[in-house]
Structures are given as C-alpha cells and as structure tokens.
C-alpha cells in the first residue's frame, strides 16, 4: 500500500521562493497560485505556459546578395538572439517548476509532456474536465445557488459557510459574474 503524502499548509500555499504543491482535491487553487508563482518568475515564463515555446524567427544568412548554403544544399540560418534564447529558457523553468511541484501520481500523467504549456493544459484537462463537465458543474452549482436554504439544525454560520462555497463555485474561472450580480 502507498504511503500517504504527508504536507503541511505551507507547502500547499507555496512562497515566494517556492511553488505551491498540487493536492488531488485543491486542483482550483493551486492553478491559481501557481500563475500567480510563475508571473512573479517573470512574464516569459508564464507566457511559455499560456501560449508555449517561442519558436524564434530564423533567417537564411546572406553573404554577398547570395545565400550562404551548407553542405548538401540547405541555406545556413542566423542564431537565435539573446532574447529568443531567454525566453525559450524560460519554457525549461516553468517546465520544471510545475513537474516538480506535483505529487507522484499526477507526474505519471504528465512524464510524456515536454514544454510547459503540456503539462498545464493535462492537468488542467485531468481535474477540470472537458468543456462539456464544466458546463455541467456550472448548472448543477447555479441550481444549488437557486435552492439553497438554512437546514433546521444548522447554525447562521454553517449556513453562511455553506452558502460562500457555493458563490465560490459560481465564480470560478469560465463564469464571469459583476460584483452586483455576486451580491444579489
């Protein structure tokens, strides 16, 4: 039998030297701490993750008004610059910083993955789901929105626990809610 994976808040909150661990059932919050980690990294390595690696623009090199060709007929290319060089570094450190911030498991999911961007978007499919279940989520959670009421045994403070929960279901990424509309 698998030990359990012991972790402290600490770990799963992340710092600022540190990402956030993903817990199974914290998928939601963890995503959002992890973008707000790897921002502060700086804005290629988020980027990476976003819109994945940058591929730099490579051109045939001219000498004379004639192309430069290799042996066996190909055009020689310049080599990326400095900045094309960073930001497909940056890919490596998101890369990294998401891999090894994911439990045993989750890594399983994610080794056939090699930018950033893949692991994101596996894992975001893993505990999200398609387009479909999270369609689903929404009505299920706006009719709970709908229904609720205060049990007969419960307290104001279960009652409004119980009641935030669902405004936090509700305002979840995909639904785009005012903050009038939160507070009706």
Not at 80 to 108: G, H, Q, T
Not at 152 to 172: G, H, M, Y
Request: glycine content about 6%.
């Amino acid at each position: 039998m698998a030990q359990p994976l012991s972790l402290n808040v600490s770990n799963c909150v992340g710092g600022s030297n540190r990402a956030p661990i993903l817990v199974a059932n914290e998928y939601h919050h963890w995503s959002q701490r992890m973008e707000m980690y790897l921002k502060r990294l700086g804005r290629d390595v988020w980027r990476s993750v976003e819109k994945g690696l940058h591929v730099p623009f490579l051109t045939p090199v001219q000498a004379d008004g004639a192309q430069v060709r290799l042996g066996g007929g190909q055009a020689a290319m310049n080599h990326p610059m400095k900045d094309d060089l960073d930001k497909m570094e940056s890919d490596a450190v998101a890369f990294y910083e998401i891999s090894c911030r994911v439990a045993p498991d989750n890594f399983d999911i994610m080794i056939i993955c090699n930018l950033a961007k893949e692991p994101w978007d596996v894992l975001n499919n893993f505990y999200e789901g398609s387009q479909q279940h999270q369609d689903k989520r929404l009505t299920t959670s706006l009719n709970e929105f709908k229904n609720v009421k205060a049990h007969a045994a419960e307290s104001l403070e279960e009652s409004f626990k119980r009641f935030n929960l669902i405004v936090t279901k509700l305002s979840n990424p995909g639904t785009v809610r005012s903050n009038h509309e939160t507070n009706i």
